[in-house]
Nanobody, 117 residues
Framework: QVQLVESGGGLVRPGGSLRLSCTAS????????MGWYRQAPGKQRELVAT???????NYQDSVKGRFTISRDNAKNTVYLQMNSLKPEDTAVYYC???????????WGQGTQVTVSS
């Protein structure tokens, strides 16, 4: 059974940090491009960061310098380190896996991140 399970979300004060994890089961992430997306209430889901199977990274402009995406293929896990969090980072964060050869795509169930004082 294919699954992506996110963890690490929660409530944090502005300026704080969180690290999200996404662990895959039922497939190996090494041949997949991995990404984090987020969706705030009333807004469309948007790309936050991606990391390719070759470890190239890309970030949404609003998180550059604050967020870092990384992957550990041995643990079948991708991470999102989020620093200097702002209230506008509040959203449900989703993990995504996409195989570039045939565009097979999987999504996690999401984890809530709330930045509030």
């Amino acid at each position: 059974q294919v699954q992506l399970v996110e963890s690490g979300g929660g409530l944090v004060r502005p300026g704080g940090s969180l690290r999200l994890s996404c662990t895959a089961s039922g497939f190996t992430i090494s041949s997949y491009d991995m990404g984090w997306y987020r969706q705030a209430p009333g807004k469309q889901r948007e790309l936050v960061a991606t990391i390719t199977s070759g470890f190239s990274t890309n970030y949404q402009d609003s998180v550059k310098g604050r967020f870092t995406i990384s992957r550990d293929n041995a643990k079948n896990t991708v991470y999102l380190q989020m620093n200097s969090l702002k209230p506008e980072d509040t959203a449900v964060y989703y993990c995504n896996a996409k195989r570039p050869t045939d565009l097979t795509t999987y999504w996690g169930q999401g984890t809530q991140v709330t930045v509030s004082s």
